[in-house]
């Protein structure tokens, strides 16, 4: 079973909003900080935003202000809503937890921000 599953990735509009997932496929993941990361092809993964294990937000200075993070228990869900899109804000974006005791990363959902 795959630990964590990303989606909600699209084509948005500069200006517009995002809202991505990441499903985890069992219930510890609820326990740790989880990360919110984003790669353009070629270059490194940036750390974008996390939440550490007591509900405490964070953000990179790139993404403050425009993008939240949240995260529902019940489903093992953690969701990244992104507001106000920039082109430069076009990357794979990936999400980092803790599941089954173990690190883990999920695939990636592609988000192109573009008119």
Request: proline fraction near 0%; hydrophobic fraction near 45%; glycine fraction near 10%.
């Given at each position: 079973q795959v630990p964590l599953v990303e989606s909600g990735g699209a084509l948005v509009q500069p200006g517009g909003s995002l809202k991505i997932s990441c499903?985890?496929?069992r219930s510890d993941f609820n326990d740790y900080a989880v990360g919110?990361?984003?790669q353009?092809?070629?270059n490194q993964r940036e750390w974008v935003a996390g939440m550490q294990h007591?509900?405490?937000p964070m953000y990179?200075?790139?993404v403050k202000g425009r993008f939240t993070v949240s995260r529902d228990?019940?489903?093992n869900t953690v969701y990244l809503e992104m507001n106000n899109l920039r082109p430069e804000d076009t990357?794979?974006?990936s999400c980092n937890g803790v599941v089954n005791s173990r690190n883990a990363w999920g695939q990636g959902t592609q988000v192109t921000v573009s008119s």
């Open positions: 499903a985890a496929s919110w990361y984003r353009v092809a070629g007591d509900g405490t990179a200075s790139s228990k019940a489903k990357a794979i974006y």
